[in-house]
């Protein structure tokens, strides 16, 4: 019996290695239908590339987005890049109403809005930045606060 449960317990927990990792290229995660749901849940400011192999503006954009990504994660910050090759990935990419090439989709707090800036590095980083929701902090006194301000 206690084989049994050791046994079921590990499948679980293989099974939740398997859907809650990703591949990163250069600073870019790689998702798939398996685990966007996941990813979107991990990490509450995450931009989301749909692209297709192939397509030239796509491949434009590629070093400009990694470059942004990796400023991020140099400045230790919680917003992530992902990509999602959407001629694999369909089905995902209709679910966005993905319908042109390079689509890139900003979710944030599960919260989903078409991104409208520029496509090279710092326009990337700088909007990325600049769309993320503030986080409420209570103070405990006016010390407090007063160090953060100054």
Known sequence: MNNTKLSIALLACLLLISVSS???DEGVLVLNSESF?????QYPNLLVEFYTPGCEECEKLVPEYRKAAQKLIKKGSEIKFAKVDAE????????????EYPALKWFCEEEVTDYDGPKESAGLY????SHIKPKMREFVDSDEIQKVLD
Do not use: H, M, N
């Not at 700088?126 to 930045?129: E, K, L, T």
């Open 22 to 24: 990703y591949e990163i």
């Open 37 to 41: 749901s996941f990813a979107i849940r």
């Open 88 to 99: 694999a990935e369909k089905e995902l990419a209709a679910q966005y109403g993905v319908q």
């Open 126 to 129: 700088d909007w990325v930045r």
